[in-house]
T-cell receptor, first 114, second 113 residues
């Protein structure tokens, strides 16, 4: 069975600081990997995704993520955080083996201090 | 505007009173699904549908029903709601394929007393 772990429930950063949100997955083959963001009171919006090719993926709002097969990780990064980035971030996977059921991590809540 | 809509956005009900949460998408997507979001548990899939008249259980289907009579609509039915179904519910849609982006509705917050 596939699983996703986001080890950090909350992350607090100062505005302008760099950010890295961790995501580890468990799956036999290479999964399709996603990062979604949920702003307060909103639904989820895709930030970026990876399913093949270059392991460094660029997304919207200045975010990027790097797929590391050896570490089963897909960490999300941003070089300089803005106050508007405060939100809940979810890592998710679907399987290349045929399941349409995506697995989401429990989410990481990002708090941005001015 | 391409979107997924859900109604109602907020609902307070009592145990045992049947309710339906509607979901509609205008993107001609084949794949639709329902999730519930609970603190500390992330999103868990309730049911999904790969096309009209094709539905299947997700991870937490107990106490829920769905139907897919039209491509654009995917209502979630709670025939006898219980307090443990108090949650935030999201509908999502996508084109068919595991690598496709899911588009989420704004959510429905349900309180069952």
């Amino acid at each position: 069975a596939q699983s996703v772990t986001q080890p950090d429930i909350h992350i607090t950063v100062s505005e302008g600081a760099s950010l890295e949100l961790r995501c580890n997955y468990s799956y036999g083959a290479t999964p399709y990997l996603f990062w979604y963001v949920q702003s307060p009171g909103q639904g989820l919006q895709l930030l970026l995704k990876y399913f093949s090719g270059d392991t460094l993926v660029q997304g919207i709002k200045g975010f990027e993520a790097e797929f590391k097969r050896s570490q089963s990780s897909f960490n999300l990064r941003k070089p300089s955080v803005h106050w508007s980035d405060a939100a809940e971030y979810f890592c998710a996977i679907t399987s290349s083996g045929g399941s349409y059921i995506p697995t989401f991590g429990r989410g990481t809540s990002l708090i941005v201090h001015p | 505007e391409a979107q997924v809509t859900q109604n109602p956005r907020y609902l307070i009900t009592v145990t045992g009173k049947k309710l339906t949460v509607t979901c509609s998408q205008n993107m001609n997507h084949e794949y639709m699904s329902w999730y519930r979001q609970d603190p500390g548990l992330g999103l868990r899939q309730i049911y999904y549908s790969m096309n009209v008249e094709v539905t299947d259980k997700g991870d937490v289907p107990e106490g829920y029903k769905v139907s897919r009579k039209e491509k654009r609509n995917f209502p979630l039915i709670l025939e006898s709601p219980s307090p443990n179904q108090t949650s935030l519910y999201f509908c999502a849609s996508s084109t068919k394929g595991q690598q496709e982006t899911q588009y989420f509705g704004p959510g429905t917050r349900l309180l069952v007393l």
